[in-house]
């Protein structure tokens, strides 16, 4: 997430040869077996397993529990009711007091309701599990204001007006945020939170007055993001219809990059194909994450393979050693294969001090990514242990408590935005950023990830259920509560009904002009670069181009100038006019097609002047005060301007003109097309041209959905009506990762229960060495098994009050080479972090030049030279190496120099 606040730039089309893979056709091939138009979408994909949404005790732990006070302490003091309200309150025009802090610039004023939506997250996800009566009622203080805000006539709720869906990232970034915090909270038991969500995304889904649909993919900076909150709206809440996940499925449908993604392209990920303002950044997994919920949205395993195609590019190529994405926005650098510039090619892991990867919000989705495809595939090893790689190592150490001496009422340190893999800990934000909210979300909801339920249900009696299996994932001090069934449950249930059919799409479009603008202009995202339409010589033909327009650039609106003779090029008798400027340094100037090697060597705005006019397809100069380049040379010009700090424009004119507005001539004729118009910013003053939007575009509506050749499994698998419901404690107790014993209780209070049936499927790490013994005592009897390394142990069986399950996770030491670009130019090669089990420890010690620290030994037999320090479990000295120390991620001070990737001098 970047200050994009209004970025006008071109567009780059990528042609696909005819042999390569990326150019076939999408699979499955649908033909005859995409439902038509009067038939009924089917049920959703049924996971295997869930998450517990509450039900999860880990008061106990005291790593758990920190976390989670000191989230609810953020949560509380950052920012106060009114201030998270304010926009909101702006928006409706009722009194809006500014709170306790003035709002935040990018964060609060060009991404307005993100700020409720990162509170909302936060809290609806700590109250899950965490008693706090004053962060619930801050949280209802929350949802009253937005329900007092509401359009009633329409059930509008942002905290923005319509119009601000194109200004900055709001209508994807600020709408997300803001939507996934009300399914948060409704999850936590707001009631409120469901009808204001129904009553939102119909008026989003409804394209008769949310004109805004067809751009938020092709038009916002990072629009890629906007998907998941419409997905989740119709998988995740009571209230979701079948028409959230179509909106989400045609609005963001992007086929080139599936293909892509389906291909396993790196590439797909690290050069983002969709033009400028969009970027590459880990926010593509958020729609990574939609993809996956259209798939069991839809039956149609394309969008599974996408899903499953960028999963494992991420994992192969963007993953740190530490479970943090090596994926950042803004890197300055190219992929060596191919010489194209990319925000970190595949497998470049950049670690050096300042790189910017290890965004807490990477790590946050990348932890939601894995939970999706473990609740498809819960018996798969490989999710859980990334989710607990990247929760002890990637966000732990992002959340920084309230320091003990601190008052109550002051802020709290706050979370860190990046997970530095060397240097220093980054001081925390509390600032409302990405990764605030991010981080808040994942550090609320980190019970939800030692257990899962299986989604298969028994049902017992007439209107009782209960899991039929229960898996352990994660080890902490926690304790689980689920029903279990007193009795075994053979016969299975009926399918449950379909759900209501779509309305038929409306395909007679009757496209309209609205004038917005007369001798200005708003600013958006434009064609620019050359690539506006070039035959369009009138305000008809500019508007037809518009209308033809296609994905990725789906035109919004047009700004036309009428052409005039005086618009010619000028081949002869010509002179440099300024165009006018706004201060004493700094002026606007026309963007279109420059070079910035032709006049690299000029040093003088008059020697600048003289260039352009030598040059006969010169049409215009940008003199900038600045040390390199300051001369820039364009051969075309659009009719759209921008302003650039200590810049001014000129341009190339028949000396008998005067003023360089008129003279101006534009390669366009004068017609420029707007993916992206944001008319919440004053507009710019451009003498004789005029700004139109078009009305009436809609986004085309495509069925992917596939009616299934056999029953899926239904949610409800058996049922037993003679059965008694039995509440069951499952205790976990464990010192892990600090020792290794671990113990697993059931038990219940009903005495009058014998007996209960469940599967306990309990995780074997793939990082143990060996397979290991699990033993289960019950009464006098003592049974034991072997659990398979990298695998889950299923314990089916008759539980008996007071059964405990035992196993070791005995301490493995792991050294992991660094493959990355940041490599020492002494040592190649001979850098490599140190894990014990699934915690990567950092190196403490004073930093070399290298930003590294040396150790003479090799990297192997870490007993014969790592030294324990006693009381301090995972804390090692280095032999004959003073004033080093290994140490869990989390556990180090702040200004602590480290690395993660020490040099071992005789590897």
């Not at 050069?271 to 400028?276: I, N, R, V």
């Not at 040093?603 to 600048?608: F, G, N, Q, Y």
């Not at 939007?693 to 037993?720: F, N």
């Not at 009506?721 to 290794?740: G, I």
Request: aromatic share 10%; proline share 8%.
């Amino acid at each position: 997430m970047r200050k994009y606040v209004v970025i006008l730039l071109g567009i780059l089309f990528t042609v696909l040869p005819q042999d390569s893979p990326l150019a076939l056709p999408l699979p499955p091939d649908t033909t005859n077996t995409t439902v038509h138009n009067e038939d009924i979408p089917p049920n959703p994909v049924p996971f295997l397993a869930v998450p517990p949404v509450q039900d999860v005790d880990v008061s106990q732990d005291a790593i758990l529990t920190e976390i989670l006070e000191a989230n609810a302490d953020y949560l509380l003091t950052s920012f106060d009711t009114n201030h998270i309200l304010f926009p909101f309150r702006v928006r409706a025009n009722i009194s809006a007091p500014q709170g306790n802090r003035a709002q935040v610039g990018f964060w609060d004023t060009d991404l307005k309701g993100a700020n409720a939506g990162r509170f909302l997250m936060g809290a609806g996800n700590t109250l899950r599990w965490l008693s706090n009566p004053k962060l619930k009622e801050m949280v209802d203080e929350v949802i009253d204001g937005v329900e007092e805000c509401k359009d009633n006539s329409s059930g509008y709720i942002l905290a923005y007006h319509p119009e601000g869906f194109m200004h900055s990232e709001q209508g994807d970034y600020g709408r997300s945020w803001f939507t996934q915090g009300l399914i948060e909270v409704g999850k936590a038991g707001s009631e409120k939170a469901w009808p204001l969500l129904r009553g939102l995304y119909d008026w989003f889904n409804n394209q008769s007055v949310n004109s805004y649909l067809p751009y938020l993919y092709d038009g916002i900076s990072n629009g890629e993001q906007g998907q998941i909150a419409s997905t989740r709206m119709y998988l995740e809440t009571p209230v979701g219809k079948y028409m959230d996940s179509q909106i989400a499925q045609d609005t963001y449908r992007d086929d080139i990059w599936m293909r892509q993604l389906i291909a396993r392209d790196p590439t797909g990920i690290a050069q983002y194909h969709m033009p400028s303002p969009n970027h590459p950044h880990c926010y593509e997994i958020t729609s990574f994450l939609s993809m996956f919920d259209n798939y069991r949205a839809t039956h149609n395993t394309t969008w599974l393979d996408a899903a499953q195609g960028a999963w494992d590019i991420v994992y192969e190529n963007f993953i740190h050693v530490d479970g943090s994405s090596s994926l950042t926005e803004g890197a300055k650098t190219r992929d060596p294969s191919n010489g194209k510039p990319s925000d970190w090619p595949a497998k470049s892991y950049p670690i050096h001090p300042g790189a910017g990867t290890g965004e807490t919000c990477c790590t946050s989705f990348w932890i939601k990514f894995c939970q999706r495809f473990q609740a498809l595939d819960p018996l798969n090893e490989t999710y859980a242990a990334q989710i607990e790689k990247a929760v002890y190592n990637a966000m732990l150490r992002q959340m920084v408590p309230r320091p003990p001496q601190s008052p109550p009422s002051s802020l709290p340190p706050g979370i860190r935005y990046h997970a530095v893999m060397e240097g220093v800990q980054e001081h925390p934000n509390n600032d409302n950023t990405c990764c605030e909210g991010q981080g808040t979300r994942i550090f609320g909801s980190l019970p939800e990830y030692i257990f899962s339920l299986s989604e298969k249900l028994i049902q017992v009696g007439s209107d009782a259920y209960a899991p039929d299996s229960i898996f352990v994932n994660m080890f902490f001090n926690a304790t689980l509560y689920f029903n279990a069934s007193s009795k075994l449950a053979p016969s299975a249930l009926p399918v449950p009904p379909p759900l209501p059919p779509l309305p038929t799409p409306n395909p007679n479009l009757n496209y309209t002009w609205k004038q917005i603008a007369q001798d200005s202009f708003y600013k958006g995202v434009y064609c620019g670069a050359g690539l506006c339409p070039k035959n369009a010589t009138s305000l008809q033909t500019c508007q037809a181009a518009c209308i033809e327009s296609q994905h990725p650039y789906m035109c919004m609106g047009i700004t036309y100038a009428e052409p005039s003779p005086g618009r010619a090029r000028c081949i002869s008798n010509c002179a440099m006019r300024q165009l006018p400027m706004q201060t004493n340094t700094t002026g606007p100037v026309y963007t279109g097609v420059y070079n910035l090697s032709l006049a690299s060597n000029v040093r003088t705005l008059a020697d600048c002047r003289a260039a352009c006019l030598a040059d006969p397809s010169c049409v215009q100069i940008t003199w900038s005060i600045r040390p390199q380049n300051p001369c820039v040379i364009y051969h075309e010009i659009d009719a759209s301007m921008m302003t650039y700090p200590q810049s001014q424009g000129w341009v190339k004119c028949n000396s008998n003109a005067t003023n360089a507005t008129a003279c101006a001539p534009f390669g366009n004729g004068g017609c420029v097309t707007y993916s992206a118009i944001d008319q919440t910013i004053e507009a710019a003053a451009s003498p004789g041209s005029s700004q139109w939007l078009l009305v009436g575009r809609e986004v085309p509506q495509q069925r992917d959905w596939i009616v299934p050749h056999k029953t899926t499994t239904p949610t409800l698998s058996s049922h037993v009506s003679d059965a008694s419901l039995t509440q069951v404690s499952l205790t976990m107790q464990t010192a892990f990762p600090f020792s290794s014993p671990v113990s697993v209780k059931i038990s219940w209070v009903a005495s009058e229960v014998k007996n209960v049936y469940f599967t306990a499927h309990i995780r074997v790490p793939s990082w143990l060495m060996n397979d290991i013994n699990v033993t289960i005592k019950s009464g006098n009897t003592t049974q034991t098994t072997v659990g398979r390394r990298g695998e889950y142990i299923s314990l089916n069986r008759t539980w008996s009050n007071g059964d405990i399950v035992l196993f070791n996770l005995p301490q493995v030491f792991e050294f992991t080479k660094y493959t990355g670009i940041d490599q020492i130019k002494e040592f190649p090669g001979k850098r490599y972090a140190l894990s014990v089990g699934p915690i990567v420890l950092a190196c403490t010690g004073k930093l070399d030049t290298d930003s590294s620290i040396s150790l003479p030994w090799q990297p192997e037999s870490p007993q014969d030279w790592l030294i324990p320090i006693e009381g301090q479990p995972l804390h090692y000295t280095v032999k004959n190496v003073p004033d080093v120390e290994f140490q869990p991620l989390w556990h180090m001070d702040s200004q602590q120099q480290f690395t993660v990737f020490p040099v071992y001098t005789r590897a």
